[in-house]
């Protein structure tokens, strides 16, 4: 009898698992460790959501089984929120799910349209759910460039032309996760230009659309006229409303796709809480002063994170999306890896980072920065960094190759 399961032994041990074991130990020992390593959003939930949220578990009705797919008036607000945003026009019966968070949605999408043997298309580096969505339902990955550019759009040629099986999906997920990059409608229509013509499923990963810091807002690739034909996408209330706990989140397009995973979902869940879905339906047709100050919130944030580094000598791109800092790792470091440069950065300065090398190995030599912390932290940290770096001779010249 083996000791590993066949779909177990798939999955690499966990990147993230040395840093987090040796972040664990360090605050055991009380050391103050300022977090930076996870997406997980600290500012409080927007009170006239959590008063809904309220209001409804008090009505023991709602403590029954919900459904599914989504209560009715969720999937007609999540509609609403698609028409206002982004001109978009959904059926909610046939184009709309619920999920619970984007994660589980993208997971059992996988599940539902993979084969064994069959090849996907994705990003690397990506977020892990990406490609192991699809690895633990049997399909073989190809990694493709991450940058939304005419890289990308040759390596989906080749990739066309030289796989065994053909590829039949492709994630994609802009602004990215881990990498911040954002894309344009214009390499939108290209992407579903070569979908429709390679007859490829695009998934796309719309989970930081309202994390943004230019003048334009994110698009989205349903926007695309006849992107339905071929694509779904995934939305989240995690970081638009600070909700991350809560695993609320949304798929929507492509009918066929939508019908599959409402199948496959009807056999593994009856939905989340009644309640946390009608607490949903009032943070996408409530107020929406909260969503620009949560992405003021985040751009300040930035903003001190990024002088702060630069500052300490370490020249950090700023992002334009996402709540994360894609970080080269200094040149100094560069031979010790992603990993052992986080745990190094832990021991020395208490600041806790995510290892590139966790997003995929094209990920190697960054480190992923959250902006999870309130600005005093973020300069606590940032100090802490300028300590570190100038007592290993990092100087701003030659803080990245």
Same mark, same amino acid.
């Given at each position: ?51 809904? #949220? ?22 007609? +607000? ?11 026009? #959904? ?12 994660? $589980? ?40 460039? +991450? ?50 013509? $390679?007859?490829?499923?695009? #998934? ?17 690739? #349903? ?56 607490? +949903? ?67 020395? +300065? ?13 990920? $190697? ?37």
């Amino acid at each position: 009898m083996t000791e590993e399961f066949h779909r177990i032994r798939r999955l690499p041990p966990y990147v993230f698992a040395e840093v987090n074991k040796a972040k664990a130990a360090a605050r055991a020992h009380g050391e103050d460790i300022i977090d930076l390593g996870m997406g997980n959003p600290d500012s409080p939930t927007p009170p006239h959501i959590v008063r809904k #949220l309220v209001e409804t578990v008090a009505d023991p009705r709602s403590h029954r089984y919900s459904v599914s797919r989504g209560i009715p008036g969720l999937r007609r +607000a999540l509609a609403g929120y698609y028409e206002r945003r982004f001109g978009v026009d #959904l059926n909610p019966e046939t184009e709309v799910i619920a999920t619970l968070g984007s994660k $589980e949605g993208l997971a059992n999408l996988s599940s539902a349209i993979t084969s064994p043997g069959d090849t996907i298309l994705v990003p690397n580096p990506s977020y892990p759910i990406h490609q192991f969505g699809f690895i633990i339902a049997g399909a073989s990955v190809r990694s493709i460039p +991450a940058t939304p550019d005419e890289d990308m759009l040759r390596a989906l040629e080749r990739a066309v032309r030289h796989s065994v099986p053909k590829p039949t999906a492709l994630i994609v997920n802009f602004p990215s996760n881990p990498t911040a990059f954002t894309a344009s409608l214009d390499f939108y229509k290209d992407l579903v230009a070569f979908a429709r013509r $390679e007859q490829i499923w695009i #998934l796309s990963d719309l989970a930081y659309c309202e994390i943004y810091f230019g003048d334009e807002p994110p698009p989205s690739i #349903l926007q695309v006229p006849g992107a339905k034909d071929i694509a779904v996408e995934f939305t989240s209330l995690s970081k638009t409303y600070s909700m991350a706990g809560w695993r609320m989140g949304f798929a929507a397009g492509n009918p066929h796709l939508i019908q599959a995973l409402t199948r496959i979902k009807s056999y593994l869940d009856y939905g989340a809480f009644t309640p946390i879905q009608v607490a +949903a339906v009032a943070a996408l047709s409530g107020p929406q002063d909260c969503v620009t100050e949560i992405r003021d919130m985040y751009r300040e944030r930035r903003d001190v994170l990024i002088r702060g580094l630069h500052a300490a000598g370490w020249d950090v791109p700023s992002p334009q999306g996402s709540m994360f800092a894609w970080a080269p790792i200094p040149e100094r470091f560069a031979e010790m890896g992603s990993v052992d440069f986080s745990k190094l950065l832990l021991k020395e +300065a208490g600041v806790a980072v995510a290892p590139g090398l966790g997003f995929g190995e094209y990920g $190697e030599g960054f480190v992923r920065i959250g902006l999870v912390e309130n600005t005093q932290r973020l300069r606590q940290a940032t100090r802490a960094i300028k300590t570190f770096l100038n007592k290993h001779g990092v100087k701003q010249a030659e803080a990245v190759s």
